[in-house]
């Protein structure tokens, strides 16, 4: 078996949090990381994504950062992942940072990346042996025999969701992040990219949205005061006179 240090490198109050990265039944082991962070789990999921956007990640960090549930279940990471093996990360960073601003989230900026430079993260690996349960006939006295430290006391989790990372729903991340256009009201709008000759500032795209949605809302009033037939005063037919 594996042991790891049960403290840190690092100085200073540490939390201990634990993900598993391959469960082997057949020889009844678990082999997961050991992670000594100064701040919680949710902030070094933020930093190791901030470092994949503007950085490299170590190999032992991308295993961890590919291991977690959060990770896994957050359709941005997985879509600027997959967009990743396609399109070069200086311009699928521009992508994403514009459709953030776009969609109203905190942007993964470089400077958001350099605020977490005073969280240290510490990373090990070991292989522990799976627990066997205790066979259980299934007969039971009173609820006074289970005993209080059998149901189901023992270690509080580590909560796996933040309300500070925040992500739009209902999005395919992928698709707008690797084709570079949104579709909006019926009209395409491209995103800027350093790369490209033709860059079109910020300020610039909000002014063509909102040009859009003007244009959109002048032609559904158009639409409607077409729908309005100007209503008169109905004529009588004339009387013939005898």
């Not at 209080?148 to 006391?153: D, L, N, P, T, V």
């Amino acid at each position: 078996m594996v042991t790891v240090r049960h403290k840190p490198n690092f100085k200073g109050g540490f939390r201990t949090w634990y993900v598993n990265y391959n469960v082997n039944r057949e020889q009844s082991t678990i082999e997961r990381f050991v992670v000594f962070s100064s701040g919680r789990r949710q902030k070094v999921m933020e930093k190791l994504w901030l470092k994949l956007v503007w950085d490299e990640l170590t190999k032992i960090e991308l295993k961890l950062f590919l291991s977690m549930t959060e990770v896994l279940n957050n359709d941005k990471i997985v879509g600027f992942l997959r967009a990743i093996l396609e399109i070069d990360k200086r311009t699928l960073r521009q992508r994403l940072i514009k459709l953030e601003q776009l969609f109203g989230e905190i942007p993964t900026s470089r400077e958001r990346y350099k605020g977490f430079s005073s969280l240290s993260i510490e990373i090990q690996s070991e292989i522990v042996s799976l627990s066997r349960g205790k066979k259980f006939s299934g007969y039971v006295r009173n609820i006074a025999s289970i005993g209080s430290g059998k149901r189901g006391a023992g270690e509080v989790p580590e909560p796996i969701a933040d309300a500070e990372f925040k992500v739009v729903e209902n999005i395919d991340w992928y698709s707008l992040l690797s084709v570079g256009e949104i579709s909006l009201l019926s009209q395409r709008v491209s995103l800027p990219d350093e790369d490209t000759e033709s860059v079109e500032t910020e300020s610039n795209l909000v002014i063509n949205l909102n040009q859009i949605h003007n244009d959109h809302q002048s032609n559904s009033l158009d639409r409607k005061r077409a729908a309005i037939k100007p209503r008169g005063r109905k004529r009588s037919p004339p009387r013939n006179v005898v």
